[in-house]
């Protein structure tokens, strides 16, 4: 079983719609998780950070960890055609460098 | 959050040749990472670099093959040595500020080896 397992997509939703993108992970010291977003020919850029289980929002994003189930999701509302991209997790350990990420999702809003 | 600018952008390369990437990051930070993107595939930790030390290496890596320095706390480079096709990939830089801290990216290397 792989570390971080990530739905590759891709997805297809129209404007305005509410995209629940997921990861599940295996390895119970992951103690950080981030959700990533990258543009064709870009590097990936930093959404959403959280260390504890719970929800985190910012704007139209709300980053959702349940450590108990292994389990985190990325919810982005009121999608526009600005938010088509891929979507990658990422989740680390405390006290470690290292990031393990998922496949990346590939999202396109269509207007 | 740090600014990272990473040069070239991409590169043809012919079989057996060396090309060595530059990272630059707009403020001093502790750790670069470096690492490669291939479609369909995770992000794949190439080794991290710490200014003063050997860079660390991951598994199926090596540093013949991909040798890095790290002269200062602003800077790294990634050369990428006797390549082949199967070297066609993205390389990514990163570099955080602190443990614990997100990791941020550059735009990234496209490479292709003829």
């Known amino acids: 079983q792989k570390e971080v397992e990530q739905d590759p997509g891709p997805l297809s939703v129209p404007e305005g719609a509410i995209v629940s993108l997921n990861c599940t992970y295996s390895?119970?010291?992951?103690?950080?998780f981030m959700w990533y977003r990258q543009y064709s020919r870009k590097g990936p850029e930093l959404l959403m950070y959280?260390?504890?289980?719970g929800n985190k929002e910012d704007g139209r994003f709300t980053a959702q960890v349940d450590k108990s189930s292994k389990y985190i999701s990325l919810f982005i509302r009121d999608s526009q055609p600005s938010d088509s991209a891929t979507y990658l997790c990422?989740?680390?350990?405390?006290?470690?460098?290292?990031?393990?990420f998922g496949k990346g999702m590939k999202l396109t809003v269509n207007p | 959050s740090a600014v990272i600018s990473q040069k070239p952008s991409r590169d043809i390369c012919q079989r057996g040749t060396s090309l060595t990437i530059q990272c630059q990051v707009d403020?001093?930070?502790?750790?670069m990472f470096w690492y490669r993107q291939q479609p369909g595939q995770s992000l794949t930790l190439i080794a991290t670099?710490?200014?003063?030390?050997?860079?660390?290496?991951e598994s199926g890596f090596v540093i013949d093959k991909f040798p890095i320095s790290r002269p200062n706390l602003t800077f790294s480079t990634l050369t990428v040595s006797n390549m082949s096709p199967e070297d066609s990939s993205i390389y990514l830089c990163?570099?955080?500020?602190?443990?614990?801290?997100?990791?941020?990216f550059g735009d990234g290397t496209r490479l292709s080896i003829l």
């Open positions: 990163s570099a955080r500020t602190a443990l614990g801290q997100p990791q941020h």
């Open positions: 390895n119970s010291a992951f103690q950080y």
């Open positions: 959280t260390y504890s289980s």
């Open positions: 990422a989740m680390g350990q405390g006290g470690s460098e290292k990031l393990v």
């Open positions: 403020s001093q930070v502790t750790m």
């Open positions: 670099a710490n200014q003063g030390s050997e860079a660390t290496y």
